[in-house]
């Protein structure tokens, strides 16, 4: 991160660096990590007293991520990164592969001062987290 020459107007305030594929994301304003319990529901069945049995085939991981006003270089850079059926993520929360289903961005600037982005997306870990991984 030292070797990281700032841009003109840009300032870091010492958050998460997320490395996406080959992308480095150094600024973010949304940061919403989840895991999700995935149950195997062919063999899952109900019980005599009306109790439900489920078993856990692991748990997914996903990341939800804002970005305000991103420069269009980086976006376009982004977005590349993020249309690729497998996404190697490294983060505080997850590193594995993932993948997005959805980009959606939003001009939010446009003038002498400059163009500038905002893009909010998910990113799905592709496989379970199971026992193995520690669950």
Sequence with gaps: MNDYVLRENE??????????????LRILHGYSP???????????????????????KGIR?????????????????????????AIALVCPDFEGDCYCDNIPGDLKQANFNGVRYSVNFTLIAKSLITDGDGL
């Design 61 to 85: 991981f996903s990341l939800k991520v804002t970005i305000d006003r991103i420069i269009p270089e980086d976006f376009n850079a982004l977005v590349a990164e993020l249309k690729k059926p």
């Design 11 to 24: 300032s870091l305030n010492g958050g998460y660096t997320l490395y996406i594929g080959g992308f480095t």
């Design 34 to 56: 989840s895991w999700e319990n995935v149950y195997d529901t062919e063999n899952s069945f109900q019980n005599f007293d009306g109790s439900e049995e489920k078993f856990l």
